[in-house]
């Protein structure tokens, strides 16, 4: 099970009133490459990956909760005092029209969630090799998205995001460097 | 609102450095949990994550739920701001 | 020292309609060329500066800056 704490893991601050903005991020919230596919990629993939490595996915998996929430908390932040009009020239009509100020597990443009985003072959090495691809894509996406804005805080936490699929990326290639048995044998440490 | 005060922040802000490096080490010892100077330093953390965080609790409310902290009378857990607000 | 960001010239077309890019960037973070990661590597001086990078260690940190921006790649 989880606790919560009622903390964000890095402070996340928007001061530049850019609505547009909240359409884009919701490509890491509910696209391919998002939180939520990471999350559920590597918290599902725990129950058959061999016992040596299912502490890096289950505690992966946790802190991408915590990056699905800072997401969240920018486009809710975002979002949160503009009028229909606001929204609507921010691209976001039709999700008004459906959703109101609700965040819906979409991608930027308005493509509904699927569990089709991730996989989950129970070959540790097949799975190893696409979370570590998902962390490499998460990061471009991160770059993506700082290159269309220009508010310094909200490239802050975008930037602490994007540093964090680095060290998901090495945790990663790291279990595959424990799976392949060679490290004890060759005497590295 | 005493919620927004500084004070709300500047704490806030310590548990959130000291319970990032916590996360850190705690990803980095899934790989090496040989690494006796690294579990030393994320035991030495965990104290003082436990320090600050009952600090916090006592000016602001309960921070965890489901019996991870104690709880005030009235009840604060429900109280907000929630992170996404603050 | 690794370099974090590559560059490259694209081939440039004579019917290209719009104004050519003439140098194109990507990233080529630090976890490509540290294998296992080593005990004891130096930390940040202090946990905020740590928070602030986004991790513990100097040498996983990759600073990122907009490359179409002036001053850019």
């Known amino acids: 099970m989880w606790y919560y704490e009622k903390k964000l893991q890095y402070p996340v601050r928007v001061s530049k009133c850019d609505v547009q903005m909240a359409k884009f991020l919701t490509e890491q919230y509910g696209g391919a490459d998002g939180e939520l596919a990471a999350a559920l990629r590597y918290l599902n993939q725990r129950y058959t990956v061999p016992d040596k490595i299912i502490g890096v996915l289950n505690d992966i998996g946790t802190e991408e909760l915590a990056h699905l929430e800072m997401i969240a908390t920018m486009v809710y932040?975002?979002?949160?005092?503009?009028t229909p009009d606001d929204l609507k020239?921010?691209?976001?009509?039709?999700?008004?029209?459906?959703?109101?100020?609700?965040?819906?597990f979409e991608n930027a443009?308005?493509?509904?969630?699927?569990?089709?985003?991730?996989?989950?072959?129970?070959?540790?090495?097949?799975?190893?090799y696409e979370d570590i691809a998902a962390e490499e894509k998460a990061r471009s996406t991160y770059q993506w998205l700082i290159n269309m804005t220009d508010d310094t805080d909200l490239i802050d936490s975008l930037t602490f995001l994007r540093e964090r699929e680095i060290i998901h990326s090495q945790r990663f290639l790291e279990c595959v460097e424990i799976l392949k048995e060679e490290?004890?044998?060759?005497?590295?440490? | 609102m005493k919620e927004s005060t500084a004070k709300y922040y500047e704490l806030l802000h310590e548990i959130q450095q000291v319970d990032f490096a916590l996360v850190e080490l705690n990803l980095y010892l899934n790989t090496h949990p040989m690494d006796q100077q690294a579990i030393m330093q994320f035991n030495e953390l965990v104290q003082r994550s436990q320090m600050l965080k009952k600090n916090f609790e006592s000016m602001y409310g309960t921070m965890?739920?489901?019996?991870e902290s104690f709880s005030p009378t009235p009840?604060?857990?429900?109280?907000?701001?929630?992170?996404?607000q603050v | 020292m690794n370099t974090?960001?590559?560059?490259?010239?694209?081939?440039?077309?004579?019917?290209?309609?719009?104004p050519p890019m003439k140098v194109k960037s990507y990233e080529t973070p630090p976890q490509l060329y540290m294998g296992f990661q080593p005990y004891n590597l130096p930390q940040f001086p202090n946990l905020q500066t740590a928070l602030k990078h986004g991790t513990l260690w100097p040498a996983l940190f990759a600073p990122y800056e907009n490359p179409y921006r002036k001053g850019g790649a």
Request: hydrophobic content about 35%; glycine content about 8%.
């Open chain 3, 4 to 18: 974090f960001r590559k560059t490259y010239k694209p081939f440039i077309g004579p019917f290209d309609p719009c």
């Open chain 2, 64 to 67: 965890r739920n489901f019996g």
């Open chain 1, 77 to 82: 932040k975002l979002t949160k005092d503009a």
């Open chain 2, 75 to 84: 009840w604060s857990w429900s109280n907000t701001p929630w992170p996404w």
């Open chain 1, 89 to 104: 020239k921010a691209g976001l009509g039709a999700h008004y029209a459906n959703h109101d100020k609700a965040l819906y």
């Open chain 1, 183 to 189: 490290r004890d044998r060759k005497k590295i440490f």
């Open chain 1, 109 to 128: 443009g308005g493509v509904p969630f699927t569990a089709t985003y991730f996989t989950a072959k129970g070959d540790p090495i097949a799975d190893l």
